[in-house]
């Protein structure tokens, strides 16, 4: 069954230190990745994509993403954390209609 | 370009009354139209999908229903609501292929009192 796990529901940095959030996927075939943000009380707003190609994807906002067929991870990573990083991250593959999502990373960030 | 519009962004209803809440899209053909739930501090849970006029795909049994009238308008409704149908409710659209991202709109956000 095709799934997507995000093992951190939540993470705190202090403002300009690096930040990995996990990802984790389950997909019987090319599997079809994104990672979206959301701020409070607003809509997701893609962040990056993967689908092919190079494996270490840029995004928007400085962020990057890495793709690892051998450990089925899709890490989401940014060097130096701004205040105004602090939302909801979420996950996700693509099935044939579908999207799955992980349950969401929400990160804080301290001054 | 592409937009998304949900409507309205907040609404309070009484348990036991109806709802309706409408989602339309600009600016492109065809798309494939989602519904998702947000409960708080939860992930997305997809209710319902379709990919064409009066095509609905329904993911989970429960209180609600979808309906796709015109090719780029989709409704969420209930005859009568519950207070787990409380929420935060997204509508999103997509196109073609596996590589296309979903798009969401900006939410609304349903109390049941």
């Known amino acids: 069954a095709q799934s997507v796990t995000q093992p951190d529901i939540h993470i705190t940095v202090s403002e300009g230190a690096s930040l990995e959030l996990r990802c984790n996927y389950s997909?019987?075939?090319?599997?079809?990745l994104f990672w979206y943000v959301q701020s409070p009380g607003q809509g997701l707003q893609l962040l990056l994509k993967y689908f092919s190609g190079d494996t270490l994807v840029q995004g928007i906002k400085g962020f990057e993403a890495e793709f690892k067929r051998s450990q089925s991870s899709f890490n989401l990573r940014k060097p130096s954390v701004h205040w105004s990083d602090a939302a909801e991250y979420f996950c996700?593959?693509?099935?044939?209609?579908?999207?799955?999502f992980g349950t969401g990373t929400r990160l804080k960030v301290l001054a | 370009s592409q937009t998304i519009h949900q409507w309205p962004a907040t609404l309070v209803q009484p348990v036991g009354s109806p709802l309706s809440l409408e989602c339309t899209v600009e600016?492109?053909?065809?798309?494939?139209l989602y519904w998702y739930r947000q409960a708080a501090g939860r992930g997305l849970q997809l209710l319902f999908y379709s990919v064409g006029i009066g095509q609905i795909s329904s993911e989970v049994p429960q209180n609600l229903s979808a309906s796709r009238p015109q090719d780029r308008q989709f409704i969420l409704s209930s005859k009568k609501l519950l207070l787990s149908d409380s929420g935060f409710y997204l509508c999103a659209w997509s196109v073609g292929g596996k590589d296309n991202e979903q798009f969401f709109g900006p939410g609304t956000r349903l109390t049941v009192l």
């Open positions: 997909y019987g075939a090319t599997p079809y």
């Open positions: 996700a593959v693509r099935g044939t209609y579908k999207y799955i």
């Open positions: 600016g492109t053909s065809n798309p494939n």
